[in-house]
């Protein structure tokens, strides 16, 4: 039996592990046009960062170790070019020049390739990728030849946000430039801000909503006309999948642009099968075909189609899109569908936002969460969460993982019994206080509309024109708040009902939900009938962005 694996990093490495498991018998060959095989790339960020201080760290396995511990040949700087399907056989160039590899089943593990914009000047010296060992190396070379004092970063996906930690810990003046209305747009709306307040709090420059449009010696021309200082540029606008060399081969590609395999990772040859960046795989949520270039995918895809490829059936059962993102002294992690994208797939989808500290809020160290599912509405069905914070963030999001994993429901999301004592986590886990939320907003019970869908619903006029209510305190209220809102603080509701009308429908607000929650069930139980409030409460809303505020004026607050 002769393996062969193209690609030796996340997918490649893992199958042909796993593959040497299953059958000593088995002849495995890595083909890998890089210098480095099995080395960490999800950790580059943080070795240009100092984080990580060892560049060894980085190379988890060593052609030599491979062979050693594995039996397993590794062809490095080698690439494949060519697959003969009828003659089952690969051809590889490589330091010993041209040859061909006979296989009996092969796995295609090549990844994909960083986009690099058409604008002028990307090919020049101080313009940069991050992708593999050898892209770090240069950007680490040209940090210490040339000590820049500015960079740019092109793209405000989650490796151009780890990148400006990076730099801006190297001490060089960092700004990222985002096409996108916010930065990380595969998240909802307001976590983008929540990202750019922190990037900019720690001294990160943001800009979004505008592309590069050339890159010059010292500065960055952007689409608006507009220039920044860079004295080099990371280009992390996306990422391709690579299939050149199976659509040469004539296997078949997915709608989403990644090569098609079934959940046995096997592609349209049953003698070929593929893994990781370049593949598509089935959403769980969406139920259908999707591209998710992430590390714990790869892996298990690999195990999967090392498994089938050596006569062991093994189902890979879909991916989630489970990420986590470290923003400095935060994280943003996600989970399955955000609102955006359940929207865009026609779902009729409901969302509730909790801000809650991680843990309980007397023991010393609570920060505050803001986690936030999404859901369907006539099943109740969990579609995805997200959550930005300081501490517990990825823990919520793992448990939204496997709640989605299991297909759950609000109500069975709302019984988890999680792990519970002060220093952890509270009576009632972030994630159960979702669950309640909008278990609550299904029912009627309270009723809630997100900060996104408020937009909407302060457009209408007479009888639909909602009344805004802000229960928070004075202080509050003077602060900052909605235009046109009307205060009346929760405290002093029950006294004061008779200034409320009763032929509009009313929405509520305070600073996270709780206090508007309370608000809207003394309203209801006195008879007022349409009353919303809005999750995630006024941090919401500021977050999402686009409303008009009015704030006190500067020295009104101290007098
Ligand atoms: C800077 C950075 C940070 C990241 N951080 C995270 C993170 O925190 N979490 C996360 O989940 N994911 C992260 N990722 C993504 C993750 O690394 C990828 O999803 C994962 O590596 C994909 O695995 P893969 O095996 O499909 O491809 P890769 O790991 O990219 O490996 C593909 C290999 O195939 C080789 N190859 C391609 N074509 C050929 C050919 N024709 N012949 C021979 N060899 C070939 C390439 O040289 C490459 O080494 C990060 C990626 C980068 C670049």
């Known amino acids: 039996m002769k393996l062969v694996i193209i690609g030796g990093v996340a997918g490649g490495a893992t199958a042909a592990a796993r593959a040497r498991r299953i059958s000593e018998e088995a002849e495995i060959t890595i083909v890998e046009k890089g210098p480095y095989v099995s080395y960490a790339n999800c950790g580059l960020p943080y070795h240009v960062s100092g984080d990580i201080r060892k560049r060894s760290r980085l190379l988890l396995q060593t052609p030599e170790g491979f062979d050693s511990r594995y039996s397993i040949t590794v062809l490095t700087e080698t690439e494949a070019v060519q697959i003969d399907r009828a003659g089952r056989r690969v051809r590889v160039v490589g330091p010993a020049g041209e040859s061909w590899l006979s296989y009996d089943k092969l796995i295609l593990a090549q990844g994909g390739h960083p986009v690099v914009p058409a604008v002028e000047g990307a090919d020049a010296a101080h313009v940069f990728t991050i992708w593999t060992v050898p892209d770090m190396d240069r950007i680490i070379e040209h940090l210490e030849k040339a000590a820049p004092a500015s960079a740019v970063i092109a793209g405000g996906g989650f490796i151009g946000v780890e990148m400006a930690e990076a730099f801006t810990k190297r001490g060089i003046s960092t700004t990222i430039v985002e096409l996108m209305p916010r930065l990380m747009s595969s998240l909802d709306p307001e976590f983008g801000s929540l990202i750019s307040q922190r990037l900019e709090s720690r001294g990160v420059h943001v800009v979004s909503g505008k592309g590069i449009a050339a890159i010059h010696a010292s500065e960055v021309e952007l689409t608006d006309g507009t220039r920044v200082a860079a004295a080099m540029v990371l280009l992390a606008v996306g990422v391709r999948p690579e299939t050149s060399l199976a659509r040469a081969a004539g296997l078949a590609i997915g709608q989403a642009g990644g090569v098609l395999v079934d959940n046995h990772m096997q592609t349209s040859d049953p003698d070929i099968f593929a893994a990781g960046d370049m593949v598509e795989v089935h959403h769980r949520v969406l139920g259908r075909g999707v591209r998710i270039p992430l590390a714990g995918p790869a892996n298990r895809q690999g195990r999967v189609a090392a498994s089938n490829a050596l006569g062991i059936s093994l189902g890979y059962a879909g991916a989630l899109g489970t990420s986590v993102v470290k923003v400095f002294d935060a994280a ?120 996104g869908s408020l937009k909407g619903v302060l457009g209408a006029s007479g009888a639909d024109a909602p009344v805004l209510l802000d229960v928070r305190t004075l202080n509050e209220f003077e602060a900052s708040h909605l235009k046109g809102a009307t205060h009346v603080p929760l405290d002093e509701l029950r006294f004061r009902l008779e200034e409320i009308p009763r032929d509009r429908p009313i929405i509520l607000y305070c600073r996270s939900g709780y206090r508007a929650h309370l608000a809207l069930r003394i309203l209801k139980e006195n008879g007022f009938h349409e009353v919303r409030n809005v999750t995630g409460g006024y941090l919401s809303i500021t977050a999402e962005g686009g409303f008009e505020i009015e704030e006190a004026r500067e020295g009104v607050l101290d007098s």
């Open 332 to 451: 943003v992690s996600s989970t399955g569908l955000t609102e955006t994208a359940a929207r865009a797939a026609g779902l009729d989808a409901g969302a509730a936002v909790v801000v809650k500290d991680h843990h309980a809020g007397y023991y010393p160290g609570a920060h505050e969460l803001y986690l936030k599912i999404v859901y369907e509405r006539g099943s109740g069905r969990l579609l995805g969460g997200q959550a930005f914070g300081e501490e517990g963030v990825e823990k919520r999001i793992d448990v939204l993982a496997t709640a989605l994993a299991a297909g759950m429901t609000l109500s069975e999301v709302a019984e988890l019994d999680l792990a519970y004592a002060p220093p952890f986590s509270s009576a009632n886990d972030p994630v159960n206080l979702a669950a309640f939320v909008a278990g609550n907003d299904l029912s009627g019970f309270s009723p809630t509309l997100t900060a």
